[in-house]
């Protein structure tokens, strides 16, 4: 799929949740497919409207050699990823406003359906929103990405803490745009390795 032209205005960058360990899964989900669902990620972020993309990384290692990202994709070392998911959302924030960009995306690499038109669907509807703040919603369940303006960034830095991400900012706001996407991908967090048929 070809990149997605938005409107000028919307200048957007989007970052791959890829820090943690994947304690369920079994290894860091970076790892995952030999690394299929990483570059998964970071392609829907691209080519729906994201530039640039930068993968937070953490329990893979400071050194993201191996994890042989497509060109032209930055990365962040989030050193305290381990003490949750706030630690990765905060290190993608500061990447963010590193960049001057007006909207971030976040997109975890656990969700390897979702492409490029999902990402500019809920983009569109972001910038096209009062309040900056838009998510992806499956068969009535919030998912990804979720795409929020500059404006919010200090709150959510704010309230983040532990294992709870943008949600506990986000979670009950009137203001957020739900973008029905079940249409385009399933949404569907991969917490666990597929077992293989007998």
């Known amino acids: 799929m070809p990149p997605v032209d938005l409107p000028a205005h919307i200048s957007c960058t989007g970052i791959v949740l890829a820090a943690g360990a994947g304690t369920r899964y079994g290894k860091p989900k970076a790892l995952a497919e030999n690394g299929a669902w ?7 972020l691209r080519d729906g409207g994201c530039d640039p993309v930068i993968v937070a990384l953490g329990a893979t290692g400071p050194d993201p050699t191996d994890l042989a990202l497509p060109a032209h994709t930055e990365w962040r070392w989030v050193a305290d990823w381990a003490t949750g998911l706030s630690a990765t959302v905060r290190a993608g924030l500061r990447a963010a406003d590193e960049t001057g960009t007006r909207y ?5 690499v656990d969700t390897p359906d979702i492409g490029a038109d999902v990402v500019a669907r809920v983009l569109a509807a972001a ?3 009062q309040s900056g703040l838009a998510r992806a919603v499956f068969y009535n369940t919030p998912g990804h990405p979720v795409v929020i303006e500059n404006k919010h960034w200090e709150a959510i830095f704010g ?3 532990g294992d709870n991400g943008a949600g506990s900012y986000l979670a009950g706001r009137q ?3 739900c973008v029905t996407c079940d249409d385009l991908a ?3 967090d991969r917490d666990f390795p597929e077992v293989a048929a007998r």
């Open 38 to 44: 990483l570059r998964a990620a970071i392609t829907a």
């Open 186 to 188: 399933t949404g569907t």
């Open 127 to 129: 910038g096209a929103s």
């Open 175 to 177: 203001d957020m745009v």
């Open 159 to 161: 309230v983040v803490a």
């Open 104 to 108: 971030v995306a976040f997109l975890p």
